[in-house]
């Protein structure tokens, strides 16, 4: 064969897949009789390769002797996928059927008999928030006493003495519900006796909590006269002083004053973050907390060619403007106005945080009934509201009428309904105008709410890594809330189970980015991380097939994306991944541990070669980041 007519090859996963060559598809012209035969006998069986309008097209690329998964519901697996040079799929099918698409300049790409399905759809995450975490030091969620942790913070402060001693330290990933022994509230006495003049603040993993040391609440104006901010809670001691603990909103009263990172810095660092992403086979994301300094940040990315994804931006509404519907408006409309013209940014979508997080020792989230003590006795705290059902009604009916979503922060039962009431306050309004309203998180959702969620046609999206044995689920939660409540946490299958829409989302950087071990979390309800077994699987663990479906289609379905992509279907986006394994056919432990050997975002190769390893977590945290640091989105809980 002449080289100049050949095809262009790539040969993947030979790593782990043993490296025999296997048959390759040839250029027209060039294969053997007996193979010319065989296209011809299954080319009316391929399942899109009988369009007509497709059959003579040379396509970009062709992947073969794979699994291809379409997407659609009962639809058989197929053996390649071709995808055309406008970065769409031209056909899905055999791979003698899609010998014909392959040209002379074609490049194609052997599977060896792994998963080609969607790329992953991320329908709540924080990716520039994973960017900017990665410029401090991280406690990695570890579960320390208080003198372990002073131990770290001292190794943090020898290695960076050229700070001293006026420079912030700034510590990522602390884990609020793992201070020793259990039950250990953080004060900033902890944090003043090391042997530093420096401000310190520890961020909490769970994005809802911020504790410092006195030095850096004297830098943030923090004082016994202080108000509390709307949405948040500056916790006291009982003479009135400021203990250095942080809730929700308060955090940006401290993270206000931390100096930024450079713009260099920031964008080196998130551009990371986003390939990082793309090697773990997300072509989509919901960043769910946006203001202008993300806005800011993506607008210069995407000039330097540097955004691979897909993004969808959900403006960050906070407690205040929610009161405000015409307000709110104007100002998501305004941010549409000014950015929309960047590439990869698709606008439609408003945040808001209804409440904060369900564990000991925050207790933010808003429950129906009231949380117990640690003795199992009830107390008189129900959590809190940010938005109250009213409130939240009229916000909903003027965003659904002027086809804006809204993705709502709800973990606690009292939340989740406050979100269902508004988004048919909204319908009762206007229709069902089919805006796909969004609940995320859904630690605690009522049995009688389960049902509400079809009707109302609003999109259960869950982050169901969360859904296993650990500190947060066992240690600071089942004593507050009691082993009945405790049975209904992340109703996945109940919610399947009565019509609701699901969708996945990672809520990244709260966790390690590990797209597929949350997949099969969402199965098993163990996953790789669970440090006590697995959560009530028998009640409410999915197929691997609604996890599959959720985490691709599913999202698609609630970013109204679904027509562009979440598929493999002929003339949908080519977003896409090459995984190392057929996940379909492998024991569910192995999932998690799925290599994506190439990822495509609009036929775009974005992701080629072994996914970097990701951080072995120590502690599961069940948030982002809340509000907006240095103006911008601190990546919390969304």
């Known amino acids: 064969m002449n080289p100049s007519s050949a095809p262009s090859r790539r040969r993947l996963l030979a790593t782990g897949l043993g490296a025999a060559a296997a048959v390759s598809l040839t250029a027209p012209g060039t294969a053997s009789a007996a193979s010319s035969a065989s296209s011809a006998s299954s080319a009316s069986s391929a399942s899109s390769a009988s369009s007509a309008s497709s059959k003579r097209r040379s396509a970009a690329m062709v992947v073969h002797h794979a699994r291809v998964l379409t997407g659609e519901a009962h639809a058989r ?48 995450a924080h990716p520039l928030g994973a960017g900017e ?131 260099a810095q ?18 989509t994301f919901m960043d769910a907390s946006v203001g202008t300094h993300q806005l800011d940040t993506y607008a210069a990315l995407a000039a330097a060619g540097r955004l691979p994804q897909r993004i969808v931006p959900a403006l960050l509404i906070g407690p205040d403007l929610a009161k405000d519907p015409a307000g709110a408006l104007r100002y998501v409309r305004d941010l549409r106005a000014r950015y929309g013209q960047v590439p990869g940014l698709r606008f439609g979508t408003a945040k808001v945080f209804l409440d904060g997080v369900i564990e000991y020792p925050s207790q933010t989230a808003a429950l129906l009934a009231p949380y117990l003590d640690a003795e199992g006795r009830p107390t008189g705290h129900r959590g809190d509201l940010y938005v109250s059902a009213a409130d939240y009604g009229r916000l909903a009916t003027a965003f659904d009428r002027a086809d804006w979503q809204l993705h709502a922060h709800a973990i606690g039962d009292r939340a989740v309904r406050t979100a269902l009431d508004g988004y048919e306050t909204a319908v009762r309004a206007n229709g069902r105008r089919g805006n796909r309203h969004t609940v995320a998180h859904l630690q605690l959702v009522h049995p009688t709410d389960h049902r509400r969620f079809a009707p109302l046609g609003v999109v259960a999206c869950m982050q169901l890594q969360w859904a296993m044995r650990d500190i947060w689920t066992m240690e600071a939660l089942l004593p507050y809330i009691g082993p009945e409540r405790h049975r209904l946490m992340y109703p996945a299958r109940s919610l399947e189970r009565h019509g609701a829409a699901l969708s996945g989302g990672s809520d990244w950087p709260v966790d390690p980015l590990q797209t597929w071990n949350q997949i099969r979390t969402a199965v098993d309800r163990e996953g790789s991380e669970a ?36 598929r493999l279907l002929p003339g949908m986006a080519a977003d896409l991944v090459v995984l190392d394994r057929d996940v379909t056919r492998v024991r569910i432990s192995e999932v998690s541990g799925a290599g994506v050997r190439m990822t495509l975002v609009g036929g775009r190769v974005v992701h080629e070669g072994t996914a970097p390893s990701t951080p072995q977590r120590h502690a599961r945290s069940l948030a982002g980041v809340h509000g907006d640091r240095h103006g911008s989105c601190g990546c919390g809980h969304a």
């Open 77 to 124: 697996v197929q053996e390649a996928v071709a995808v055309g040079r406008d970065g769409k799929i031209l056909a899905t099918g055999s791979d003698a059927a899609l010998r014909r698409f392959v040209g002379r300049d074609t490049e194609v790409v052997d599977a060896r008999g792994a998963t080609v399905m969607s790329g992953i759809h991320d329908g709540h």
């Open 133 to 263: 975490r990665s410029l401090h030091p991280t406690l990695e969620g570890a579960t320390l006493t208080v003198a372990q942790l002073q131990e770290t913070l001292r190794g943090f402060l020898s290695s960076d003495t050229a700070h001293e001693p006026d420079g912030w330290l700034v510590v990522e990933d602390w884990n609020p519900v793992g201070l020793l022994p259990a039950g250990t509230v953080p004060h900033h006495r902890m944090l003043d006796a090391l042997p530093t003049r420096r401000p310190i603040a520890l961020i909490g993993n769970d994005g809802h909590n911020a504790w410092a040391n006195q030095r850096a609440l004297d830098l943030a104006g923090i004082t016994a006269a202080t108000p509390d901010p709307s949405g948040g809670q500056i916790v006291h001691d009982p003479d009135g002083t400021p203990g250095g603990l942080l809730k929700d909103t308060a955090q940006d009263l401290l993270t206000r004053v931390i100096p930024p990172p450079t713009q």
């Open 266 to 283: 920031l964008l080196d660092a998130c551009a990371k973050a986003l390939a990082q992403a793309a090697a773990s086979g997300i072509t």
């Open 531 to 566: 440090g006590e077994g697995a959560l009530y699987p028998e009640l409410e663990g999915l197929t691997l097939a609604s996890s599959l479906r959720m985490h691709t289609a599913g999202t698609a379905h609630q970013l109204r994306m679904d027509r562009v992509s979440g």
